[in-house]
């Protein structure tokens, strides 16, 4: 089973297109993608919740920075590693 892999441009067409009034069936049939996909698009594009700032942040901005801190952790424990091998040196 092959995956599409959309653009953001074609993601935010569809969602300017949603949010203009249409509905998610025609958007589906018209541009040959699943209603349940169109349906995450609009779930990830909304507001999640607001920084201490008041910065507001979208579901795939949250998503995101989860993925960057688990990467930076990973990252810090091989920092660490290499550190006790050298240290040993």
């Keep these: 089973m092959s995956r599409n892999k959309f653009t953001k441009e074609f993601k935010n067409t569809i969602l300017d297109l949603h949010n203009a009034g249409k509905i998610i069936p025609e958007l589906s049939s018209e541009y040959a993608v699943s209603v349940s996909t169109i349906n995450n698009w609009i779930r990830k594009s909304k507001p999640v919740t607001t920084t201490d700032d008041g910065k507001v942040i979208s579901v795939e901005q949250y998503e995101e920075l989860i993925r960057k801190s688990a ?11 290499a550190l006790g091998i050298f240290a040993k040196k």
């Design 71 to 81: 990467k930076q952790a990973e990252e810090i424990e091989i920092l660490k590693k």
